[in-house]
């Protein structure tokens, strides 16, 4: 059986008039959420970069702002990542139990701190390598590092990203995270990719919500998005026989 996102993306203007290619559809939403959202950010709080190391790590099936309620805790005790890294790992997960999945988290955060110290001098390492080769950071924590921190560019392919791209049409019923920072890496603007995503996340939580009849009535989007054109035909009444 298709899944929903396969059968959306047959549907939509991209197809229907054949004339918006996805860099043109891709450079139209970029336009659009800019304007709705004129002012986006990082969600998780953070003062350094480590933090964020940190922070985005404990983010992992997990709400930013519960995440944002528990680090200052953590940050109070563990001033710095030596500090950290020399932590008792049990007391670490002590700390960061109510951000799920604590004995991994606190592993990964002791471990990425110790290296961040021995191999870094302490300092957040500024390439997609360097991040990659530290405990517990995949590419969407190293993304949003290098976007955030240190103004590269970026694509951070959260739950959001992959839901509203895989709706709008910018990718075709793709879920693999990286696959789908590859597709947007080639029709999104470089200088645009990090903020695209902050935006996805006001998106996602606003209006694009993860439920299957997320509110495209009031989207900005809704006449060039493959999802919302799918729902509109099959909404319609059939004809009487
Ligand atoms: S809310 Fe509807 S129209 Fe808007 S992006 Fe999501 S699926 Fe498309």
Not at 158 to 171: A, E, K, P, W
Not at 172 to 182: F, L, Q, R, T
Request: aromatic share 6%.
């Amino acid at each position: 059986m298709k899944s929903m996102y396969a059968e959306a993306s047959l549907y939509g203007p991209l197809r229907k008039n054949g004339w918006m290619t996805k860099k043109d559809l891709a450079l139209e939403v970029i336009r659009r959420l800019k304007k709705e959202y004129p002012r986006t950010e990082c969600t998780l709080d953070y003062d350094d970069a480590w933090k964020l190391l940190v922070s985005v790590r404990l983010a992992a099936q997990c709400t930013d702002e519960r995440v944002n309620r528990i680090v200052p805790g953590l940050f109070a005790r563990f001033p710095d990542p030596k500090a950290l890294g020399d932590a008792d790992v049990n007391v670490i997960e002590e700390i960061v139990r109510p951000c799920g999945l604590g004995p991994s988290k606190a592993r990964d955060i002791k471990a990425c701190m110790q290296e961040l110290v021995t191999r870094f001098d302490g300092k957040v390492p500024d390439t997609m390598e360097e991040l990659l080769s530290l405990p517990g950071v995949g590419r969407k924590s190293a993304n949003l590092i290098l976007g955030d921190v240190f103004g590269q560019p970026a694509v951070v392919t959260d739950t959001h990203c992959i839901r509203l791209s895989n709706r709008i049409g910018l990718v075709k019923d793709e879920k693999d995270p990286a696959k789908v920072e590859a597709a947007l890496r080639k029709i999104v603007p470089p200088e645009e990719g990090n903020d695209l995503c902050h935006r996805f996340v006001d998106h996602g939580r606003a209006v694009c919500t993860a439920r299957t009849d997320p509110f495209c009535d009031k989207c900005v989007l809704k006449d060039i998005c493959a999802y919302a054109g799918k729902r509109k035909t099959a909404a319609k009444p059939s004809k009487k026989a």
